[in-house]
């Protein structure tokens, strides 16, 4: 059982950056391809972006394309996301995964999910 926390959301004006972290309780999380997915009110959870497993390439959605920045850092246990030049459309719950897997994809289920932290944009 792996147990993931974020932590770093909060309010922030459109144009700037936020810095999310996702801690996770394995003893490592070099096994596991991680991830991050967001909720916006009304709608539906959606792929954010992802890093594998081993190699480390990135994944992400067109909507963040060139704004946002995953990282991992395996002696930490912890996944980041760099989110810069922010848009009021990405207010959301933005929610950890963690897959046993080498690759995380936007299609699929992952094994473990955080609890979820808010971000705010305002106009």
């Known amino acids: 059982q792996v147990q993931l926390v974020e932590s770093g959301g909060g309010l922030v004006q459109a144009g700037g950056s936020l810095r999310l972290s996702c801690a996770a309780s394995a003893r490592t999380i070099s096994g596991y391809a991680m991830g991050w997915f967001r909720q916006a009110p009304g709608k539906e959870r959606e792929f954010v972006g992802s890093?594998?497993?081993?190699?480390?390439?990135?994944y992400y959605a067109d909507s963040v394309k060139g704004r946002f920045t995953i990282s991992r850092d395996n002696g930490k246990n912890t996944m980041y996301l760099q989110m810069n030049s922010l848009k009021p459309e990405d207010t959301a719950v933005y929610y950890c995964a963690a897959k046993t897997a080498a690759r995380l994809g936007p299609r699929d289920k992952p094994d473990y999910w955080g609890q979820g932290t808010q971000v705010t944009v305002s106009s």
């Open positions: 890093i594998n497993r081993s190699s480390g390439i990135t």
